[in-house]
């Protein structure tokens, strides 16, 4: 080989040691600048979209309750996520909890990455999750408990049950590995805090005069509204959980949009039936149902097996509320349990069947890898549904005896009907 042939070698070689160098850390700012959007989405669901959202189905006497609930845990629980909680749902840790690598947001700076996006803006993403999830909560105990139980259960709650369900399904604990497919928190969400949500309800009792006394939504226009904001701050929630503005997030949007028309059009049909008129809570609160369902579904089926979860959950979630409310007389104030509940349940079911890629119209993206049947993945899910209901259930009534023991958990029976917006904070949401 000759001098000139050398040096064309070698120059050929240095051009492309770049491309080798970084081909595992080159950031993408398209999928950055997308999950930086959608994180702002999904915090928008719960401020205002959520706060109203409840603000509105509660009396006028503790309209202001819901609001403080939702605004003070939103602030709480991102202390908590940058003191440990994102370390222990996100560190290396074990099969059950990450550890304290990341306390303090340890090592998690500008130049840290979570594959080509960076590391801030992923662990910004997951704190938004985990500020919603303690906030749906409140509606099962919405008009009784204390302000400063509610605090300490949620700290505890987010502590012990929210970070160690995260890093079984996300943080590379024993569900994920085997094979658990959860696209955006049916699991670590929607089942936790609508099992949470039950237990509230049986521990805490009923609100006083329930059921005999009706207790309807004093403003159903606020209500609407923050069911709007949810709806749209929702595709940050699904399709920011590809965590790439790609083809699968496209899907995701989609599906989720489907999903939430369907499970609102059978609501709606399901109570103009029953009750003879179709009612605006009634539609709002079947498009939560549907998006409910869909969530961990959403990066796996297609548009064919999201008309069908959303159709079946507008009718399971309403026959659940029903039930849950006229057979049970247990008091889920905001109806919780039957919806977020039961639907992150039916979702996470529903993804070992529409997952499949040979139904065809109702085809999927495909099962987890190394799974090759329905019942395989179905068997998985189960697996992933019962042991998360069961391990929420167990250590949410445990740390709600606990707080109760310390504080007391609900308020007097005089300050209940005085409304909490004057008894727990002096103020009223309305002045007329």
């Not at 505890?156 to 943080?171: E, M, N, S």
Request: aromatic letters at 12%.
């Amino acid at each position: 080989m000759t001098k000139f042939q050398w040096k064309g070698l070698l120059i050929v070689f240095i051009a492309a040691l770049p491309s080798v160098t970084f081909a595992q850390e080159t950031l993408s700012s398209g999928n950055t600048a997308w999950i930086l959007t959608a994180t702002a989405l999904v915090l928008f669901m719960t401020i205002p979209g959520l706060s109203f959202f409840y603000a509105g189905i509660v009396r006028s006497k503790n309209v202001l309750s819901v609001l403080m609930q939702c605004f003070a845990i939103t602030c709480m629980v991102s202390i908590l996520w940058v003191m440990y909680a994102y370390s222990f749902a996100f560190g290396e840790g074990n099969d059950w909890i990450g550890d304290l690598s990341k306390v303090f947001m340890a090592g998690v700076d500008k130049n840290s990455m979570t594959g080509d996006i960076p590391e801030t803006v992923f662990s910004m993403f997951q704190l938004t999750f985990a500020i919603i999830t303690p906030a749906l909560i409140v509606g099962a105990f919405a008009e009784r408990m204390k302000f400063s139980a509610m605090l300490l259960f949620s700290a505890i709650w987010v502590t012990l049950v929210y970070a160690p369900v995260t890093h079984w399904v996300w943080g590379g604990g024993w569900l994920q590995q085997m094979g658990l497919l959860d696209f955006a928190g049916g699991t670590v969400v929607h089942i936790t805090a609508g099992v949470a949500a039950l237990v509230a309800a049986v521990v805490m009792g009923k609100r006083h005069g329930f059921p005999q006394t009706a207790m309807p939504p004093h403003n159903l226009t606020i209500t609407v509204a923050g069911a709007g904001m949810l709806w749209v701050g929702w595709f940050g929630f699904n399709a920011g959980s590809a965590l790439a503005a790609n083809g699968n997030a496209g899907m995701a949007m989609m599906v989720t949009h489907i999903s939430a028309s369907a499970g609102a059009m059978a609501w709606m049909i399901a109570e103009w039936i029953r009750y003879g008129k179709p009612s605006v809570l009634g539609i709002v609160t079947g498009m939560v149902a549907g998006l409910g369902t869909i969530t961990p579904a959403s990066g796996f089926v297609g548009p064919g097996g999201a008309l069908i979860i959303g159709f079946t959950a507008g009718l399971v979630c309403f026959s659940a509320t029903s039930f849950l409310k006229r057979v049970l007389k247990i008091d889920d104030s905001l109806d919780v349990f039957p919806v977020h509940g039961m639907g992150g349940i039916l979702g996470t079911l529903f993804v070992g069947i529409f997952a499949s890629t040979e139904l065809g119209i109702f085809s999927g993206q495909g099962f987890a890898e190394g799974v090759s049947s329905i019942g395989e993945q179905l068997g998985i899910q189960f697996v992933g549904v019962i042991s998360i209901l069961v391990y929420t259930a167990v250590l949410t009534f445990v740390i709600l005896k606990v707080v109760d023991v310390i504080i007391g958990l609900r308020v007097t029976k005089e300050e209940e009907i005085e409304g909490l917006d004057i008894a727990l904070h002096e103020e009223r949401g309305y002045i007329i």
